[in-house]
């Protein structure tokens, strides 16, 4: 089976900042992308940033120049540094990665992380 475990959450004032990280484990071969995704009860699940293993990134619109999504290849892992949180930036933060399990067969498939919570209050 694959396996991540995502780290990291927990409260932070109105501009401070928190470092998520998620490492995978279990029967990989390889990963193509890894990244967040966030979801309350009003929004629903929206992507927060991804990493392609080549090295491109994008970020949401409302996150862009506050959160920077880093990536270790070699120890499958990701990383996210948050800073300037905002209350908005609440929610229950998702770790995915799209993994493939064989050597020989290239097909790719999406595995999520349980969530962790990420709380923005003064």
């Known amino acids: 089976q694959v396996q991540l475990v995502e780290s990291g959450g927990g409260l932070a004032q109105p501009g401070g900042s928190l470092r998520l990280s998620c490492a995978a484990s279990?029967?990989?071969?390889?990963?193509?992308?890894m990244g967040w995704f966030r979801q309350t009860p009003g929004k629903g699940r929206e992507l927060v940033a991804v990493?392609?293993?080549?090295?491109?990134?994008n970020y949401a619109d409302s996150v862009k120049g506050r959160f920077t999504i880093s990536r270790d290849n070699a120890k499958n892992t990701v990383s996210l540094q948050m800073n300037s949180l905002k209350p908005d930036d609440t929610a229950v933060y998702y770790c995915?990665?799209?993994?493939?399990?064989?050597?020989?067969?290239?097909?790719?498939?999406?595995?999520w992380g349980q969530g962790i919570q990420v709380t923005v209050s003064s």
């Open positions: 995915n990665a799209a993994v493939q399990v064989s050597p020989t067969n290239r097909v790719k498939y999406a595995h």
């Open positions: 279990g029967s990989i071969f390889s990963i193509d992308s």
């Open positions: 990493s392609i293993s080549g090295g491109a990134a």
